[in-house]
């Protein structure tokens, strides 16, 4: 199995940025499809960024579309989320999901495994 954990979470004003991390655990990594979610007080998790074991190809929820890179670092077992141009709408915990298929996935339903979470606040 993989274990993931996620860090880099904290608290930034808007228009700032944060760089969340995924690190991998058990398995080879690099042969699996990543993916970020995330979760606001009261709301449902809601898809965010994917890319697939290749790294060749990612997709991205519209409201972070130019704000948002999703990347990997398969030599390193580790998954990041690259967020820029922060707003308060993005307050939320941010899960890292993985599952071992081909191409980009973005529903929760295709994942195995998950992180604990990371905290991201947005202040205005």
């Known amino acids: 199995q993989v274990q993931l954990v996620e860090s880099g979470g904290g608290l930034m004003q808007a228009g700032g940025s944060l760089r969340l991390s995924c690190a991998a655990s058990?398995?080879?990594?690099?042969?699996?499809?990543m993916g970020w979610f995330r979760q606001a007080p009261g709301k449902e998790r809601e898809f965010v960024a994917a890319?697939?074991?290749?790294?060749?190809?990612?997709t991205y929820v519209d409201s972070v579309q130019g704000r948002f890179t999703i990347f990997r670092d398969n030599a390193k077992n580790t998954g990041y989320l690259q967020m820029n141009s922060l707003n308060p709408e993005d307050t939320a915990v941010y899960y890292c999901?993985?599952?071992?298929?081909?191409?980009?996935?973005?529903?929760?339903?295709?994942?195995?495994?998950w992180g604990q979470g990371t905290q991201v606040t947005v202040s205005s």
């Open positions: 999901a993985a599952v071992r298929r081909v191409g980009v996935k973005t529903r929760e339903e295709d994942y195995d495994y």
């Open positions: 058990g398995r080879t990594f690099s042969n699996y499809a």
């Open positions: 890319i697939s074991w290749s790294g060749g190809s990612t």
